[in-house]
């Protein structure tokens, strides 16, 4: 792994449907995969339980390829 990304940093997507959009890194999961606040949201379903006796559903986020992404400090140097 050449980049070194790790939780609380900021990073921009450049590539993929979310290209462009910015925000802090959640989680690292796995060796290739990261988790980025308000990025790559998915709607998940939740079934009637004890704990949620409506049920509904909620948007989260989804990880994303860490080769996708750059360092916020990075991106913005380059575009000068």
């Known amino acids: 792994m050449s980049k070194v990304i790790k939780r609380e940093?900021?990073?921009?997507?450049?590539?993929?449907?979310h290209?462009?959009?910015?925000?802090?890194?959640?989680?690292?999961?796995?060796?290739e995969k990261i988790l980025i606040?308000?990025?790559?949201?998915?709607?998940?379903?939740?079934?009637?339980?004890?704990?949620?006796?409506e049920g509904g559903s909620s948007e989260r986020e989804a990880p994303i390829h860490y080769s996708n992404v750059m360092l916020a400090e990075k991106y913005d140097a380059k575009q000068k």
């Open 37 to 53: 606040e308000g990025v790559n949201l998915v709607t998940k379903f939740e079934r009637k339980s004890q704990d949620n006796p």
């Open 19 to 31: 290209k462009g959009k910015r925000g802090k890194v959640l989680e690292v999961k796995a060796p």
């Open 9 to 17: 940093q900021e990073v921009v997507v450049i590539s993929g449907a």
